[in-house]
């Protein structure tokens, strides 16, 4: 099994900028594709971003594309979120998962693709 703890959350005003970080524990790091989702009061569990194990492949929901900017470091076991431009609707509780999967390519885009996931970090941006 792998662990996750993400953190970097925060309070921040329109137009500003925030660096997520999940630290993974466990298991190697390296053959786990990575991605970050998050969650709304009230809302569905949304897709927001997302890594191949090889670093190689990423893949953004369309409303983030050109703002958010997710990368890993294998060295430290860590994936990040640059979010950059922030929006009141990027207001939400942001979470990390992780698959293991022998594909260097592959990426998930649902929740399904998933099965080990973090406590997530709460992302509040004021107008």
């Known amino acids: 099994q792998v662990q996750l703890v993400e953190s970097g959350g925060g309070l921040v005003q329109a137009g500003g900028s925030l660096r997520l970080s999940c630290a993974a524990s466990?298991?190697?790091?390296?053959?786990?594709?990575m991605g970050w989702f998050r969650q709304a009061p009230g809302k569905e569990r949304e897709f927001v971003a997302a890594i191949s194990w090889s670093g190689a492949d990423t893949n953004y929901v369309d409303s983030v594309k050109g703002r958010f900017t997710i990368s890993r470091d294998s060295a430290k076991n860590t994936v990040y979120l640059q979010m950059n431009s922030l929006k009141p609707e990027d207001t939400a509780v942001y979470l990390c998962?992780?698959?293991?999967?022998?594909?260097?390519?592959?990426?998930?885009?649902?929740?399904?693709?998933?099965?080990?996931w973090g406590q997530g970090t709460q992302v509040t941006v004021s107008s």
């Open positions: 998962a992780a698959r293991e999967t022998s594909a260097s390519r592959w990426y998930g885009s649902r929740r399904y693709d998933y099965n080990y």
């Open positions: 466990g298991r190697p790091f390296s053959s786990y594709a």
